[in-house]
C-alpha cells in the first residue's frame, strides 16, 4: 500500500508531509519531525507517492542551482500558469514529480522573474522588471563584496575611507542599515574585538578631544549648537524707570553671562538697603515665542573648560548682560534690614539698573579675605570695599540663620577648581590647561551665594503667596536617603536651610530661571491679580513638561561637564609630567588626589581605612575612555612624609584592568548636601 505525501506552502515556505486524513477543504499532515498540523487544501500544491519527502527535497534542492532562471522566464507563457506546465515545457514530455518539485522551488525562490499567484500558479515579470531586479541584485553583491574587503582592511590596522567620514556617528548614532555600520559589524564579528578597539587600532580617532565633544554633539545637538537665524526680540527698556542704585557684579573674569548684580546703602538708624539685580530676558522671550522655544529647547548653557555652549545667541545675551558701564532691564528685589541685619521688608521692582563695575573674584581673591573685609575700607585698593564690608556682615548673617535652620554648620572646607585652557581654538590636542584650586566658601563666593539664595528663597515664598505657579527646587531626607527633586510647588530645602527655593537669579543660562522670571515680572506688575496675567496657570501641563525635560538635560550636561574636566585633568598630568602624588583614600578602594579634581581607583587602596594618607604613582592615561592605572606606592603619615612602602604589586595584566577601570562613569565624590554655591 502506497503513502500520500503532499509538498504545501505554510507561510510563504515551501515544506513536505505525510498525509494522515483528506477531507473536503483540508487535510491532517505530519511533518518528518514529527509535528502533526492541519492545512487548507488549497495549500496543497504538488500530492506524491514516492519517492519519501526528504529524498524529493534533497533531489529538487540539487537541482535549483542547475535550473537557468532566463531560460525558464522564455519557456513561461505570458499569461498566469501552473508549475506543471513550465516543467513539462523545460524538461520536455511528462516530468516526473522530482522535477516538478525542481521547477517550483525555483519559481517560488525568484521573486523578481515569477510572481506568485494562489496554489502554486505564477505570472512572469515584465523584461523592464527583471533588468532592474537584476541590477538590483548586482549592486547588492558588488556591495556586499565591498562590506567584505572593507571589513578584512579594518582588521588589519587600516581604516577605510568611508569608515572614517562617518566615524563619529557611527560611534555614537549609528544608521544599522548603512554599509558602513555593516562593515564595522562584520569586522567586529570576525575579529572578537570591540568596535571603539577596532577603530583605534586602525588609528580612525586621531583626537580624543574631537571624540568627547562629538559623543556630546550627536546625542544632544545633532543638528549643530548654531542657532536658527531670527530677528532678536525688541524690548522697549526707555518706558522702564532707572533704578537710583550703583549696582556691581562679582564673578570670574570668563563670565559673559552676567546675570546678577548686587547694591547696597546704609539706612538710617544703622539698617541696611540691599538691592540684587538680575538681568531681565524675560521681558522679551514671552511665552512661546521663537526664541522662548529655542531656549527650552537648550534649557541650559553647557559648560566645559575652555568653552561653553550658550542657551542664548551672544546677540540676546549682550543684549541683558550687567556688563560694566550699561544701565540693562533687571528685575530687582530690595531688602530692607534693621541694624541687627534682619530683614523687615523686601520690594520686587522692574526697572533699568546702572551698572559701575563687573568685579572678578579670580583677580581680587587674593586682595579680599574676611580680615580685610573688617578693616577700614578707605585703606583697602580694591574697588567697592565699603560696599563688600557692608554685604559680607549681612552675608556671615544669613549663613548663621541659616545654619539655625540647619542643625549644623555647613562644610566650607572643600575646594573648587578653575580650567583655563589656551590654544582650544588653533589645536584642541595641543591646547595648554591649568588648574587653579580655590577654597570653597572664599568671602566673594559666599558673598554671591548668600544673597542668591536669600533672593530665590524670598521670590519662592513671594510666588506661592500669590497663588502662582513657579519650579522649585527642594531637599529632604539624611544620608543615602537625602533627596533633591524638582517640582512645582513650594516644599523646604533641608540642605539650604529655606523653606521654600526656587531658582531666579541665572535667566540668562538656565531656563528654569527664564520661567520663574516672567511669573516674578506678573507678580510684580500685577499684585494679587497676577495669576489671570501670569503666563503660566496653576496645574499647566507644560509645566510638568518643562521640569522633566530641564532635570534630563541638565543632568546629562553636567555629566558632560564632569568628563571634559577629567579629560583636561588627564591632560595637565602629561603636561606637567606628573607621575606621583599624595592622596587621600576614600572608599572602596578610591584615592582622591592632592591639588587635582582627580578621584580614581587605586590599587593597594581597597583594605585602607578612609582618611588613610598614601602616595599613588600613574600609568599612562587612556584619553578616549578616560581610565587612568593608578597604584598606591607609599603610606604616609599625618604630615605627608612616608611610614612604611606599600606592599608590592605586580605590574597590571589583564585581569587588573577591570580594577583600573572608573573612566567615564566613575563621578567626582561629592558631599552628601547640596552647597551654596552648587544651589545658585
Not at 507517492?49 to 505570458?78: G, K, M, R, V
Not at 510647588?489 to 537669579?505: D, E, N, S
Given at each position: 500500500?502506497?503513502?500520500?505525501y503532499?509538498?504545501?506552502e505554510?507561510s510563504?515556505k515551501?515544506?513536505?508531509?505525510?498525509?494522515?486524513?483528506?477531507?473536503?477543504?483540508?487535510?491532517?499532515v505530519?511533518?518528518?519531525?514529527?509535528?502533526?498540523?492541519?492545512?487548507?487544501?488549497?495549500?496543497?500544491?504538488?500530492p506524491?507517492d514516492?519517492?519519501s519527502?526528504?529524498?524529493?527535497?534533497?533531489?529538487?534542492?540539487?537541482?535549483?542551482?542547475?535550473?537557468?532562471?532566463?531560460?525558464?522566464?522564455?519557456?513561461?507563457?505570458?499569461?498566469?500558469?501552473?508549475?506543471?506546465?513550465?516543467?513539462?515545457d523545460?524538461?520536455?514530455?511528462?516530468?516526473?514529480?522530482?522535477?516538478?518539485?525542481?521547477?517550483?522551488l525555483?519559481?517560488?525562490?525568484?521573486?523578481?522573474?515569477?510572481?506568485?499567484r494562489a496554489k502554486?500558479?505564477?505570472?512572469?515579470?515584465?523584461?523592464?522588471?527583471?533588468?532592474a531586479?537584476?541590477a538590483?541584485?548586482?549592486?547588492?553583491l558588488?556591495?556586499?563584496r565591498?562590506?567584505?574587503?572593507?571589513?578584512?582592511?579594518?582588521?588589519?590596522g587600516?581604516?577605510?575611507?568611508?569608515?572614517?567620514?562617518?566615524?563619529?556617528?557611527l560611534?555614537?548614532?549609528?544608521?544599522?542599515?548603512?554599509?558602513?555600520?555593516?562593515?564595522?559589524a562584520?569586522?567586529?564579528?570576525?575579529?572578537?574585538?570591540?568596535?571603539?578597539?577596532?577603530?583605534?587600532?586602525?588609528?580612525?580617532?586621531?583626537?580624543?578631544?574631537?571624540?568627547?565633544?562629538?559623543?556630546?554633539?550627536l546625542?544632544?545637538?545633532?543638528?549643530?549648537?548654531?542657532?536658527?537665524?531670527?530677528?532678536?526680540?525688541?524690548?522697549d527698556s526707555?518706558t522702564?524707570?532707572?533704578?537710583?542704585?550703583?549696582a556691581?557684579?562679582?564673578?570670574?573674569?570668563?563670565t559673559?553671562?552676567?546675570?546678577?548684580?548686587?547694591?547696597?546703602?546704609?539706612l538710617?538708624?544703622?539698617?541696611?538697603?540691599?538691592?540684587?539685580?538680575?538681568?531681565?530676558?524675560?521681558?522679551a522671550l514671552v511665552?512661546?515665542?521663537?526664541?522662548?522655544?529655542?531656549?527650552?529647547?537648550?534649557?541650559?548653557?553647557?559648560?566645559?573648560?575652555?568653552?561653553?555652549?550658550t542657551?542664548?545667541?551672544?546677540?540676546?545675551v549682550?543684549?541683558?548682560?550687567?556688563?560694566?558701564?550699561?544701565?540693562?532691564?533687571?528685575?530687582?528685589?530690595?531688602?530692607?534690614?534693621d541694624?541687627?541685619?534682619?530683614?523687615?521688608?523686601h520690594e520686587?521692582?522692574?526697572?533699568?539698573?546702572?551698572?559701575v563695575?563687573?568685579?572678578r573674584?579670580?583677580?581680587?581673591d587674593?586682595?579680599?579675605?574676611?580680615?580685610s573685609?573688617?578693616?577700614?575700607?578707605?585703606?583697602q585698593?580694591y574697588?567697592?570695599?565699603?560696599?563688600?564690608?557692608?554685604?559680607?556682615?549681612?552675608a556671615?548673617?544669613?549663613?548663621?540663620?541659616?545654619?539655625?535652620?540647619?542643625?549644623?554648620?555647613?562644610r566650607?572646607?572643600?575646594?573648587?577648581y578653575?580650567?583655563?585652557?589656551?590654544?582650544?581654538?588653533?589645536?584642541?590636542d595641543?591646547?595648554?590647561v591649568?588648574?587653579?584650586?580655590r577654597?570653597r566658601g572664599?568671602?566673594?563666593?559666599?558673598?554671591v551665594?548668600?544673597?542668591?539664595?536669600?533672593?530665590?528663597?524670598t521670590?519662592?515664598?513671594?510666588?506661592?503667596?500669590?497663588?502662582?505657579?513657579?519650579?522649585?527646587?527642594?531637599?529632604?531626607?539624611?544620608?543615602?536617603?537625602?533627596?533633591?527633586?524638582?517640582?512645582?510647588?513650594?516644599?523646604?530645602?533641608?540642605?539650604?536651610?529655606?523653606?521654600?527655593?526656587?531658582?531666579c537669579?541665572?535667566?540668562?543660562?538656565?531656563?528654569?530661571?527664564?520661567?520663574?522670571?516672567a511669573?516674578?515680572i506678573?507678580?510684580?506688575?500685577?499684585?494679587?491679580?497676577?495669576?489671570?496675567?501670569?503666563?503660566?496657570?496653576?496645574?499647566?501641563?507644560?509645566?510638568?513638561?518643562?521640569?522633566?525635560?530641564?532635570?534630563?538635560?541638565?543632568?546629562a550636561?553636567?555629566?558632560?561637564?564632569?568628563g571634559?574636566?577629567?579629560?583636561?585633568?588627564?591632560?595637565?598630568l602629561?603636561q606637567?609630567?606628573?607621575?606621583?602624588?599624595?592622596?587621600?583614600?576614600l572608599?572602596?578602594?578610591?584615592?582622591?588626589?592632592?591639588?587635582?579634581?582627580l578621584?580614581l581607583?587605586?590599587?593597594?587602596?581597597?583594605?585602607?581605612?578612609?582618611?588613610?594618607?598614601?602616595?599613588?604613582?600613574?600609568?599612562?592615561?587612556?584619553?578616549?575612555?578616560l581610565?587612568?592605572?593608578?597604584?598606591?606606592?607609599?603610606?604616609?603619615?599625618?604630615?605627608g612624609?612616608?611610614?612604611?612602602?606599600?606592599?608590592?604589586?605586580?605590574?597590571?595584566?589583564?585581569?587588573?584592568?577591570?580594577?583600573?577601570?572608573?573612566?567615564?562613569?566613575?563621578?567626582?565624590?561629592r558631599?552628601?548636601?547640596?552647597?551654596?554655591?552648587?544651589?545658585?
Amino acid at each position: 500500500m502506497s503513502v500520500n505525501y503532499v509538498l504545501f506552502e505554510d507561510s510563504g515556505k515551501l515544506a513536505t508531509a505525510r498525509v494522515l486524513s483528506r477531507a473536503d477543504a483540508s487535510m491532517q499532515v505530519e511533518m518528518a519531525s514529527g509535528k502533526r498540523m492541519k492545512i487548507k487544501a488549497q495549500q496543497a500544491l504538488l500530492p506524491f507517492d514516492a519517492p519519501s519527502p526528504d529524498e524529493l527535497l534533497q533531489w529538487a534542492q540539487a537541482q535549483h542551482d542547475d535550473i537557468d532562471l532566463d531560460l525558464l522566464w522564455e519557456f513561461a507563457p505570458e499569461d498566469e500558469f501552473g508549475f506543471a506546465e513550465v516543467a513539462a515545457d523545460y524538461y520536455g514530455g511528462a516530468p516526473d514529480v522530482r522535477q516538478q518539485a525542481a521547477v517550483l522551488l525555483r519559481l517560488h525562490g525568484a521573486p523578481h522573474y515569477f510572481q506568485r499567484r494562489a496554489k502554486g500558479r505564477f505570472r512572469k515579470a515584465s523584461r523592464e522588471t527583471v533588468l532592474a531586479a537584476l541590477a538590483g541584485i548586482a549592486r547588492r553583491l558588488e556591495q556586499q563584496r565591498q562590506i567584505e574587503a572593507d571589513a578584512a582592511e579594518l582588521r588589519a590596522g587600516n581604516c577605510p575611507q568611508a569608515i572614517s567620514e562617518r566615524l563619529y556617528s557611527l560611534l555614537f548614532k549609528p544608521d544599522k542599515n548603512s554599509v558602513e555600520y555593516k562593515t564595522l559589524a562584520l569586522a567586529v564579528k570576525q575579529s572578537g574585538q570591540g568596535a571603539l578597539h577596532l577603530l583605534r587600532a586602525a588609528g580612525a580617532i586621531t583626537s580624543p578631544w574631537h571624540f568627547h565633544m562629538q559623543r556630546f554633539l550627536l546625542e544632544y545637538f545633532p543638528k549643530g549648537t548654531g542657532f536658527p537665524a531670527l530677528p532678536l526680540p525688541e524690548v522697549d527698556s526707555g518706558t522702564l524707570p532707572l533704578a537710583d542704585v550703583e549696582a556691581f557684579s562679582i564673578d570670574d573674569s570668563a563670565t559673559t553671562e552676567i546675570d546678577d548684580a548686587l547694591s547696597v546703602r546704609g539706612l538710617d538708624g544703622g539698617g541696611l538697603r540691599l538691592g540684587v539685580h538680575i538681568a531681565a530676558p524675560a521681558l522679551a522671550l514671552v511665552r512661546d515665542s521663537a526664541w522662548d522655544q529655542v531656549a527650552r529647547a537648550r534649557m541650559s548653557t553647557v559648560y566645559m573648560p575652555g568653552d561653553k555652549i550658550t542657551m542664548l545667541p551672544d546677540a540676546l545675551v549682550d543684549a541683558f548682560t550687567l556688563a560694566e558701564g550699561s544701565a540693562r532691564p533687571a528685575l530687582s528685589i530690595y531688602f530692607t534690614f534693621d541694624a541687627a541685619l534682619e530683614v523687615v521688608a523686601h520690594e520686587t521692582r522692574v526697572e533699568r539698573v546702572p551698572i559701575v563695575a563687573n568685579l572678578r573674584h579670580d583677580l581680587l581673591d587674593a586682595q579680599i579675605s574676611a580680615e580685610s573685609l573688617q578693616a577700614d575700607p578707605a585703606q583697602q585698593p580694591y574697588p567697592c570695599a565699603a560696599e563688600l564690608a557692608l554685604l559680607w556682615r549681612v552675608a556671615q548673617k544669613l549663613r548663621s540663620g541659616r545654619e539655625q535652620v540647619r542643625g549644623r554648620p555647613e562644610r566650607n572646607d572643600g575646594v573648587d577648581y578653575t580650567f583655563r585652557v589656551s590654544g582650544l581654538e588653533q589645536d584642541a590636542d595641543t591646547a595648554r590647561v591649568d588648574i587653579v584650586p580655590r577654597r570653597r566658601g572664599a568671602p566673594l563666593d559666599l558673598i554671591v551665594a548668600e544673597l542668591m539664595i536669600l533672593a530665590n528663597a524670598t521670590w519662592g515664598g513671594w510666588l506661592a503667596e500669590l497663588g502662582l505657579p513657579a519650579i522649585y527646587r527642594s531637599q529632604s531626607g539624611f544620608g543615602a536617603n537625602l533627596r533633591t527633586r524638582m517640582g512645582t510647588r513650594a516644599a523646604p530645602h533641608q540642605g539650604l536651610g529655606v523653606a521654600q527655593y526656587a531658582w531666579c537669579t541665572s535667566p540668562l543660562r538656565r531656563y528654569t530661571d527664564l520661567l520663574n522670571q516672567a511669573q516674578i515680572i506678573a507678580a510684580a506688575r500685577h499684585g494679587r491679580t497676577a495669576p489671570l496675567a501670569a503666563p503660566y496657570k496653576p496645574k499647566d501641563a507644560q509645566l510638568y513638561a518643562v521640569v522633566s525635560a530641564f532635570e534630563d538635560a541638565y543632568a546629562a550636561y553636567a555629566t558632560f561637564q564632569r568628563g571634559m574636566e577629567r579629560y583636561w585633568t588627564l591632560r595637565y598630568l602629561s603636561q606637567q609630567h606628573i607621575e606621583q602624588c599624595a592622596a587621600t583614600v576614600l572608599r572602596e578602594g578610591l584615592v582622591r588626589v592632592d591639588g587635582l579634581p582627580l578621584v580614581l581607583p587605586a590599587l593597594g587602596a581597597a583594605d585602607l581605612p578612609r582618611g588613610a594618607r598614601v602616595r599613588v604613582q600613574f600609568g599612562a592615561a587612556d584619553l578616549v575612555t578616560l581610565e587612568l592605572p593608578c597604584r598606591v606606592i607609599e603610606h604616609l603619615d599625618a604630615a605627608g612624609a612616608a611610614a612604611m612602602p606599600a606592599e608590592t604589586e605586580s605590574s597590571a595584566g589583564d585581569d587588573d584592568d577591570a580594577a583600573l577601570a572608573g573612566g567615564l562613569q566613575l563621578e567626582v565624590d561629592r558631599p552628601e548636601e547640596e552647597t551654596p554655591a552648587a544651589a545658585t
